[in-house]
């Protein structure tokens, strides 16, 4: 049996968990703790780095105490300490490096440093043991828009970026347009279901062309339009939008699938994986595709620290030691 300690603070949530994973396939989190910072930045509309800094500081050691208490857990348990090294904002990515460091230091366990992407896309293995290498992922979440092959651990090909904005942050700044608040993912989500999709006219950009990248810039400037106009209810713009989202991801989608070989199954991770409607159209298209369809369990789709644990556990198994603890966070670090 494998026991280790995940610690998440690159964006918003300040998290830990641990996870344990035997020979035969057995995977559980023994524990875990989320703690949103979402009250803290809600005033100014989107996270601030300084107040996320600070906020991961003060309360990433008391969630860590916890988190090993519930379990029935001390550090000298655990066979590793992993912790989000990046991509993500530098402050809180070094408050959760750096405790992670001291607290393999003080218990001589190694250190495992995560790449908060690597967490995302291995996510739903700890979901779900039967998928199988290689897969096509969808990432999409507040930082990130990106097509993948997953070949194995470490082993990604990215087939498709955005060459504006992420699809979460599209999905915000729609939020804030229509004076929904933030976070604006699960509120636009909740608007949507009470409008008419087809009510809006707005753009899908970069559908129908030959490579499979994305952008979300017109759509939002579009979102922004209809609103100012006056002509149209909120819910009618937010299922629109919603709307003309998941057909960009469907389309964009077909040309990446054609293009990047067989795989078993189509998985799709981070925050915007929790919406319904883009579950059920993703669903359907990898039917459409012979393709089985993977989601995380909601609480997985977010950030959180399980999936930086179980990335841990993935490199443990394949005997990919520990990090030296002299290894730097980093903001930018693509997969
Ligand atoms: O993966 P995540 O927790 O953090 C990043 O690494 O970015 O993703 C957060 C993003 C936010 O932009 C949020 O609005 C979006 O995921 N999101 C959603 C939903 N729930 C969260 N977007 C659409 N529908 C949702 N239900
Ligand atoms: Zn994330």
């Keep these: ?49 300084e107040i996320a800094a600070r906020a991961h500081a003060e309360r990433l050691t008391p969630i860590i105490d916890k988190v090993l208490r519930e379990a029935g857990k001390s550090l000298d348990d655990c066979d590793a300490i992993a912790a989000t090294a990046g991509p993500g ?30 967490g995302h896309a291995l996510s739903p293995r700890l979901a779900d043991p ?31 970026t955005t060459i504006d904005d992420a699809l979460g942050e599209a999905f915000d700044k729609t939020a804030k347009i229509l004076g929904l608040g933030y976070p604006g993912g699960p509120a636009v989500e909740k608007l949507a279901a009470t409008g008419d999709p087809f009510a809006v006219p707005l753009p899908r950009p970069l559908v129908g062309s030959g490579e499979p990248h994305f952008s979300f810039a017109g759509l939002k400037s579009a979102v922004m339009r209809a609103a100012e106009s006056g002509a149209y209810a909120a819910e009618d713009i937010a299922a ?7 057909e960009c991801l469907v389309d964009r989608l077909k040309i990446a699938l054609a293009d990047m070989g067989e795989v078993s199954a189509l998985v799709v991770a981070g925050g915007v994986a929790a919406n319904r409607t883009i579950r059920a159209a993703l669903e359907q298209l990898a039917s459409a595709h012979g393709l089985s369809f993977t989601a995380p369990p909601l609480m997985l789709c977010t950030d959180n620290a399980a999936m930086i644990a179980w990335a841990g556990i993935e490199r443990l198994a394949l005997g990919i030691g520990g990090d030296p603890l002299d290894i730097s966070a980093r903001p930018r670090w693509p997969l």
């Design 1 to 49: 049996m494998v026991l280790v300690l995940g610690i998440e603070s690159s964006c918003d949530e300040t998290a830990a968990a641990l996870v344990e994973a035997g020979a035969d396939g057995h995977r559980r989190i023994l524990a875990q703790i989320i703690a949103s910072q979402e009250a803290e930045h809600a005033p100014y509309g989107g996270v601030v780095p």
């Design 89 to 118: 904002l530098i402050g809180g990515v070094m408050v959760g490096l750096v405790t992670a460091k001291a607290l393999a230091m003080a218990s001589d366990r190694p250190l495992l440093a995560i790449n908060h992407l690597e």
């Design 130 to 160: 039967a998928l199988e290498f290689p897969y096509a992922l969808l990432l999409v979440s507040g930082g990130h828009c990106q097509i993948l092959r997953v070949d194995g651990v470490g082993r990604y090909r990215r087939c498709a």
């Design 240 to 246: 629109s939008f919603q709307q003309a989202a998941v």
